[in-house]
């Protein structure tokens, strides 16, 4: 009898002596930087860090937005010269570096194209070709130039910067390091589709996270089963237009000026850094699937990916296939 009381008791008080785990999640939601993000976290009282990487995030975006006329990116496209923060600085170097990694996709000059296209509000429109090349002379990180002792940043009348294809990275990671600093251990930020988990799910279960299908909201690409990363996707379904049945999207190529269509419908890059991933998931997506493979190849082991081709079957880097199921047929990038 001692012996089946103290299997009875010893359970609870084992679980009293555990360190406290909490296992029901938290959650706050807003709309930042033109979408909606959503922050998930296991732990008590999350609602006081959940205000500050929101605050953190606003004032990114108030640095940041090209949509902002206040924003230190539209100042200086606006003045052409602009002694900026030490944020908006470090990611202007970090554009103009991957601008030359990526052989030139990833390009942070292209807002007077998008303006063209009516992006990101509208009303759109298919330009002439000569309007094309006219706004293209309006682009180039070649315009952009600073004076490392003063600071000062300058870019060329006319030219105008858009840093949509990576803020959201920054945020992410800015974000994440707000919650882990709280000594939050398991968390999801989800900032438009943007995803970073930090760590597991509580108990070391991986977050399993589900692509979206380029078609159907309803229908996901696959799943992937992940832990203390990011995982962002640009595609052409997230902004876009029709017109005479043809597709109008928000990602363009440097040398054309035009929407990228190369077919691929979407790019999801996997990687810790997610900063990282949404400046590559853009890049890649502009370089198409043979230039990705290579680029991938150069830098294996900094990343994984999944290209979404429009014949609906992807195309995944090795390492993914113990952690991504779909139902799509898959392809190994060799
Ligand atoms: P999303 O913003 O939907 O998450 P992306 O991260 O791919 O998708 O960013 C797309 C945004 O990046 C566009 O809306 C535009 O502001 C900007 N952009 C468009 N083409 C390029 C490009 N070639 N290089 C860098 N930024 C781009
Ligand atoms: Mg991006």
């Not at 089963?225 to 902004?239: K, L």
């Not at 077919?263 to 198409?288: N, P, Q, W, Y």
């Amino acid at each position: 009898m001692k012996k089946f009381l103290f299997f009875l008791i010893f359970p609870f008080i084992l679980a009293a002596c555990a360190p406290f785990q909490d296992n029901t999640p938290e959650s706050h939601s807003f709309f930042a930087m033109g979408t909606y993000m959503k922050i998930t976290a296991y732990g008590k009282n999350s609602e006081t860090v959940f205000l500050h990487a929101e605050k953190e995030i606003r004032r990114l975006d108030t640095l940041l937005s090209a949509e902002n006329p206040d924003s230190e990116i539209s100042r200086l496209s606006k003045e052409g010269k602009l002694i900026p923060s030490e944020d908006t600085a470090r990611l202007i170097s970090l554009a103009e570096s991957w601008n030359r990694s990526t052989g030139g996709t990833f390009d942070i000059s292209l807002a007077p194209i998008s303006k063209l296209w009516g992006f990101p509000h509208g009303p759109y429109h298919v330009p002439a070709e000569t309007e094309r090349t006219e706004a293209l002379d309006k682009t180039g990180m070649k315009y952009i130039s600073h004076n490392e002792e003063t600071g000062e940043y300058f870019l060329k009348k006319g030219c105008a910067l858009d840093l949509g294809g990576m803020a959201k990275g920054t945020a992410a990671e800015k974000a994440a390091d707000i919650l882990k600093a709280a000594g939050i251990k398991n968390a999801l930020l989800d900032l438009g589709g943007n995803i970073k988990v930090i760590g597991t799910k509580p108990g070391g279960r991986p977050w399993h996270i589900a692509l979206r299908h380029p078609d159907d909201t309803d229908k996901t690409a696959g799943t992937l089963s992940v832990s203390d990363t990011s995982i962002v996707t640009s595609g052409d379904y997230e902004r876009y237009f029709m017109a005479k049945g043809r597709r109008y999207h928000h990602i363009f190529d440097p040398h054309t000026g035009q929407p990228v269509q190369n077919g691929l419908r979407a790019v999801t890059v996997i990687c810790k850094d997610s900063e990282k991933a949404d400046i590559l998931s853009t890049a890649l997506f502009v370089m198409g699937e043979k230039k990705a493979a290579l680029f991938w190849k150069e830098h294996r082991g900094e990343f994984q990916m999944i290209l979404f081709r429009n014949d609906n079957t992807l195309m995944i880097t090795p390492d993914l296939q113990k952690i991504f199921t779909s139902e799509l047929p898959v392809v190994l990038i060799p």
